[in-house]
């Protein structure tokens, strides 16, 4: 990512959101225990006229709350889904890096505390563990493979921009820029974290980041959405740290 910054023309904005108002104590425990049909699920958070694809991504996406070291709190986005039998969130790694306290929520209310499993913030991808949402679909992961060319493909994510609530937003595929692939999209505060899915319901990476020019004075770059691509996770280092915390509970 260093390279990512110094080579930019551009001030690069993180779409975290702070000094957001933080759950009750009650909101480490799970409040809804009673595990919800698919049928439930979608019905409630997917319209069925909707593509599969972006329903899926409505139904798994989810709220991080956070308290940094440092005392300041923030929000961001995630998707939960099922990594190699692991309940886990996926994320951007500056949502959830250098903190005391990581709460998601689902959009029902189901809230869960979660552990940190893999952290990446050059690459900006991150993995949490949680116990399993009962209220969540319970799909398994499809990462894309290896870097391939994916300009002018469609893709679509689901997340909490502006903190105004559950919104999908759909977009294609522009170009990339050093590690980081470039939308024809749209994002706000909020959105960090959230889960890039393409037309087959891979996920191809995370929500990143937006960039605000350096012209006569500074403005937005509209419709410009940078997203950390998934294929440069490490799969090995995720299933090891993975299977730790899972030994430790």
């Known amino acids: 990512m260093r390279g990512f910054y110094r080579a930019s023309i551009a001030v690069i904005v993180f779409l975290t959101v702070a000094a957001f108002v933080w759950p009750s104590a009650q909101g480490v425990i ?27 991504s409505r139904a798994s996406a989810v709220y991080i709350n956070v308290v940094k070291n440092n005392g300041n709190q923030g929000m961001g986005s995630g998707t939960y889904g099922i990594y190699k039998g692991y309940p886990v969130i996926i994320t951007a790694a500056h949502v959830v890096s250098d903190c005391s306290a990581i709460i998601v929520s689902s959009y029902n209310g189901e809230m869960e505390a979660a552990r940190l499993a893999y952290l990446d913030e050059e690459a900006d991808l991150a993995v949490l563990y949680v116990e399993r949402m009962r209220s969540m679909p319970q799909q398994k992961f499809k990462f894309i493979g290896p870097k391939r060319d994916m300009i002018g493909k469609d893709v679509v994510y689901s997340g909490n921009p502006n903190r105004v609530g559950l919104l999908t937003i759909y977009g294609n595929v522009a170009g990339y820029s050093y590690n980081r692939m470039i939308l024809h999209s749209y994002a706000w505060m909020g959105a960090s974290g959230s889960g890039v899915y393409d037309k087959h319901g891979n996920l191809v990476g995370v929500v990143s980041a937006i960039s605000i020019g350096r012209w006569m004075l500074p403005q937005l770059i509209e419709d410009v959405v940078y997203v950390a691509p998934i294929y440069y996770m490490n799969e090995t280092v995720l299933q090891a740290a993975l299977e730790v915390i899972h030994d430790d509970l």
């Open 30 to 56: 799970s409040h809804n225990t009673e595990t919800q049909t698919t049928a439930d699920i979608y019905s409630d958070y997917a319209p069925v006229g909707l593509t599969s694809v972006a329903r899926n």
